[in-house]
């Protein structure tokens, strides 16, 4: 049983087009597609941007129980678009050694993705990989697509419209400041709320999930503002553009789905903590059940329509809960998210069924420390490393050490309070010295 | 019990793009939306661009025994894009004189059709309105989402891609010629093949179901070609391109299907007659029993996908059987189409349940005369004038005469070799002097 896992967190349809990004960004990418160690059993193989440093792979490998020195990481660029060079194929050939791979798990399953794929003869070890070759994961990471889809599905949406002109998106835009509301406006691919930005007449509204708030006088102004800025959020005129009425001050929440042949299984769910942009999340979703049932239910639905398309893979249905009460699905993202490694790895295999749901998991901004090896010292000594007896204590999911001297903490705790306290005392543990040289 | 029937055959969805149609083009256009005419009920509304000619109006409803006198024709511009100004949602409400609209049939569900049905409160009349609002029809229309549906549906394909850069589609159609086939580049958005070219380094091959077959050297010229004229395939960077094997001397067949809230309804199915380009069609379509069930159940199958999508409406799922015998599909159009008068009104209506399956429908050409009723004279001196009482005989589904002196002839018979006979018999009777004057 061998897997090639595929760290390709750089895909243009997560991106909104052409690679636009700078070194550093490309490097903080690389360090954030090293995740998929998560993922890696006995004898896989893993290509990356960058391999992983030592102390990571061992933190990551040590709580998974994966033998280390069984997995071969092959290192290459992966471009935002395009086939990849002969030379990656054969590097990643030459990892497998002959071996057959039984399961391809790429961040993004994009054409690139099916074009490596079909080149290792392993077609049938990518979920789906007829409908991804022919270009289907656009169709389920789109937020112009999501809108039809979740609108045929019954799906609560916030109102608004998916704009393919100038005209029609500074028209809905207009509409809604004119009725007294905020609009927010979402170039059709894009992650992390980048693509986002909120129109307001009310200086006091917060971009939460967006990059920004422009302050309007009123409803022309939203409609030159969008033919004014037509073409970056239409990504060179390439994709329609989706306006909505924005809610602000919701709690962004999502319920994380593995949709396979034989159907649609729930992987978790969880609730974004905004500052504003994307800090981090706390799993579970704390939701009064009825809203959760939705957030579940209606999320589900939705999997079963791409379900019926083709699509294979983990899709996350994202939801925010406005102050008034009301569940409204935001976006679909068919590929791995930021969330996916708390659901399948920590909760599913770390924490395990049977405790799982007692447990709260918080991930939350980044942690300086002098290096990865130094924050783990000063985890165990003040204990809180995880502790495979308790289920409890402080995973590094992520090691971002020598691109801003950070790791990407998350707490294992029976409750939020937990979990906080210990996520405050953190910083306080970097500042002693490290009493293990940086390994 | 009244509909509104929306003569929109120039969305823009239809055509690729923005408009780019010359006067005579609309004119023609314009007269193709009054087919509209044949599903009219008694008190129904039509909303068209140009009223139809008396002649051809008590034709078509003398057929469908619909009374003339109860419907109301509101003429305005239905332009590609865009809302339709207040005067024509406020002719179309004067026309409604106060009653409910219970039934909207548009050519094209776009977001000009839902807005409209937005604004006359009749939403809940438009099957899949929501879903239509928020851009579906894209959807269910693009040849590029076709492909990656029908990949993830299992529905077989030509060999090919969906390629969104001129590299991938200059790729993919390199591979196509360099394995010895041709291949043809489709426009994500078009219809009758108006889109798609063949690329082939044999003269002999004829582009059926393309405007034109581009002889090459080679692969590299392929690449050339697909780089040059990139801007054009792609609407302007709009959209992907669709690069397929092209299979020469295929037989291009469709099935067509009612999507409703209850599941998927066959309409009929038949065979096209492209000379090199789109000229009819014959119902149904001659096929061997195995190949007729494989493309009526592999339609079926597509249709449910996108009926999970929350699609409503009909859908033609288009496929082309080689002449190696394999049937493979190549797109879905889920929109009014032109056929579709074919089974929902001849076939349905004015033949009937208990003979429908006797007859054959023979659409093919237009038939060049002095005046409408001048044909309809003729049709009857020669007794080929269509008989309820044999339920055969020659329909007049189309009116162009003011804009090229032709009519479109259907002749519904009891076989094809007799349909054929009929059709061929025509134009020998349009030389014919007229008996009555045009009407």
Redesign the interface.
Known sequence: MTALLIGNNRA?EMAGGPDGSTPDERRRAARGAQRLLWWARDGDVLLLPEAPDDAFADHVTGLTGTRRATLTVVTAALPP???LPDATVAAVRAALAGRTVDRVLPVYAD?GVTDLVRRLGAERALP?W???????S??VNSK??F????????TPVAAG??A??P??AG?AAAELLAAGHSAVLKVAFHSGGLGNEVLTTDPAVRPLGAHRAVVLPGPDAAREHTARHWSGLSS???H?VVVERYHPESVPVYAEFEIGDAGVVLSGHGEMLMDPMLDGETVPAALPPDLLDRLVGDGRRLC??Y?????RGTLSADAIVTPAGELLFTEANGRLTGSSHLHSVLAARLVGEPLRSRRVFLEKGAWRVPSFGAALDALERAGLAFDPATRTGVVLVGDRVPVDGTVVPCVIAPDRPAAHAVRRSLPALAAEPASAPAS
């Open positions: 243009a678009t395009g086939t054409t789906g007829a409908f991804h070759a022919q270009g289907g656009a169709l112009a697509a809108r039809a889809v979740a609108a045929g599905t019954g419209a998916v393919g002109t005209d029609a028209a060179g005129g390439r329609p079963e329509a379900h019926a398309l083709g699509y």
